[in-house]
Every structure is written in structure tokens, then in C-alpha cells.
């Protein structure tokens, strides 16, 4: 799987995942679970981050098992971590224009709320 996302292909609403399931005894966990930053980074984005702690935090011993120079590693870290502070920018936006809404008299408290939750 590249990437989940939260966002519909549709709409453009925010999707979550609603149901866990356990593949060995079955047991069901249902509820609002919001897909977690880190699963909507592309797989190559996520495999590099998981090298990096399996290397201990050392950008010198990721470009060494990948094989390229410190400075390539260091420019791929800095676009994850771009990636990471602008999908939390969003998140800081979208909470934002709820607050606005409420103050605005769009939209009531509880009609906020949900929204928040959803984010």
C-alpha cells in the first residue's frame, strides 16, 4: 500500500477508519479512529523513517546501508519532515475555521464538536 489518506476522493470531507478487526479470533474494535500522520507519508517516506531508528538516529549509518552521501540522506529527512509539519499545519488550519465558524454563528458548539472530532 503507497499511502492512506484522509481525505475523500470524492468530497474532499475527512475519512477515518472505522473498524478493527483481529485476522486470528476475530474480535471487532469499532469507533472514530483518525488515520495517524505518519500512515498518510508515501511508503518510501515511512520505510526511511524506520530506518532511521533502527539506525539509532545516525544519518551517517542511513547513508551508509543506502548507500548515498550524508547530504542526500539529510535533504530526504528534511522533505519527511516538511511533509510531517505541513500535514500538522492543516490540521492547526481546519481546527481554526471551525472556532471561526462557532464565532461567526455559523455553526453551534456541538455541530463543532463533531467536526473536531473528525479532524
Known amino acids: 500500500m503507497e499511502r492512506l489518506t484522509n481525505i475523500c476522493p470524492c468530497c474532499q470531507s475527512t475519512m477515518e477508519i472505522e ?3 483481529c485476522t486470528a479470533c476475530d ?5 472514530h479512529i483518525p488515520i495517524p500522520r505518519m500512515a498518510r507519508l508515501a511508503a518510501a517516506d515511512r520505510e526511511f523513517i524506520e530506518l532511521f531508528v533502527r539506525s539509532s538516529g545516525s544519518l551517517k549509518a542511513v547513508a551508509d ?3 548515498v552521501s550524508y547530504p ?3 535533504s530526504r529527512l528534511n522533505r519527511v519532515i516538511g511533509a510531517l ?3 500538522e499545519k492543516d ?3 481546519a481546527r481554526s475555521k471551525i472556532l471561526d465558524q462557532i464565532e461567526q454563528g455559523n455553526i453551534s458548539v456541538d455541530e463543532a ?3 473536531l472530532r473528525e479532524l
Open 85 to 87: 509539519e505541513s500535514a
Open 72 to 74: 542526500t540522506v539529510r
Open 91 to 93: 490540521e492547526r488550519d
Open 113 to 115: 464538536i463533531q467536526l
Open 65 to 67: 546501508k543506502l548507500g
Open 27 to 31: 474480535v471487532t474494535i469499532e469507533g
Open 19 to 21: 473498524k478493527l478487526r
